[in-house]
């Protein structure tokens, strides 16, 4: 394990018993979060979506105040997290803007600086992420896979690494779970 990696565990593993840690992270994980938040929002409306900082800011407090049970295993195990949590985020976005389409939750509303999500987008998101709860349930790696390409943005090789599998397994797991939510999706929208 390379020095990073293991600096960057051991402190994952001490925020449980050392909150002063949790100011330790930030600055090690800070700039591939943001890139992973950052190729999330390209796919909204430029200019009218969270903003990539809030993005990050939302994900890395999920990170550190709900930590995964057990140990963290590394870099990898922390980006495969953060890929879950900001799906989570977006798809709560998404769900507060569908409800607020539909008239629920007739309640005044905060406004959150640089967010716009459009009913379209807000409803394919929503598709997307039933239907990969779906996948999830019958293959996970599939799932993991979906999370690590479409909501961090890693390549290939990346999501291999992450994953501890094969390139060659992450692309024809890739393709054949594009096409599985793509039929799923297209069904329910």
């Not at 800011?57 to 990898?76: I, N, Q, S, T």
């Not at 798809?91 to 803007?97: D, F, H, L, P």
């Not at 997307?128 to 896979?145: H, P, S, V």
Request: glycine share 6%; aromatic share 8%.
């Amino acid at each position: 394990m390379s020095e990073e990696k293991h600096q960057l565990t051991s402190i994952l593993n001490s925020v449980r018993d050392d909150s002063e840690s949790i100011k330790k992270i930030l600055p090690l994980v800070y700039d591939d979060l943001r890139n992973m938040a950052h190729h999330q929002l390209r796919r909204e409306r430029p200019g009218h979506t969270i903003n990539t900082t809030a993005l990050v800011h939302e994900a890395y407090m999920k990170l550190v105040k709900f930590p995964p049970e057990g140990d963290w295993d590394g870099r990898r195990h922390f980006f495969g997290v953060a890929a879950r949590a900001m799906r989570q985020i977006l798809v709560n976005y998404a769900k507060k803007r569908s409800r607020q389409k539909r008239g629920g939750e007739n309640q005044p509303v905060e406004f959150e600086e640089g967010f716009y999500m459009t009913e379209k987008k807000a409803d394919e998101l929503i598709a997307l992420d039933e239907a990969l709860t779906r996948l999830e349930k019958m293959n996970e790696r599939q799932g993991r896979i979906v999370e690590c390409r479409y909501f961090a943005g890693y390549k290939v090789e990346e999501t291999a690494d992450i994953l501890g599998v094969s390139e060659a397994t992450v692309k024809r797991d890739w393709t054949t779970a594009r096409a599985w939510l793509y039929s799923q999706i297209k069904e329910s929208i």
